[in-house]
């Protein structure tokens, strides 16, 4: 479950996070979501670069959310950057 308390702080501020202690680097989202997701250069661990804007674009995030494997990745917080 992602705790938005624990977002990676490269996580730009938005409704789409990374909790930085769930994920475990599979590279499944930045590899898939690449204009969402990247790898973090500091500790290996993804982060959300863009947040998505449009449907079609929050619908891909979902898609990554829902194939992260440890959910990591959490939506819906957008109060706390
Ligand atoms: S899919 Fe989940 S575990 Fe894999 S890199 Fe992305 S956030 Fe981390």
């Given amino acids: 479950m992602p705790d938005p308390t ?9 409704q789409f996070y990374v909790d930085s202690e769930e994920c475990i680097a599979c590279t499944r989202c930045f590899e898939e979501a690449s ?3 990247r790898e973090s250069e500091e500790d290996g661990s993804a982060f959300v670069h863009t947040q998505p804007k449009t449907a079609d674009e929050i619908a891909r995030a979902e898609e990554a ?6 959910e990591a990745i959490g ?3 957008s109060s706390i950057s």
């Fill in 65 to 70: 959310l829902d194939e992260c494997p440890v």
């Fill in 6 to 14: 624990q977002r990676h702080p490269e996580n730009v501020h938005g």
């Fill in 75 to 77: 939506q819906g917080e």
């Fill in 35 to 37: 204009e969402f997701f």
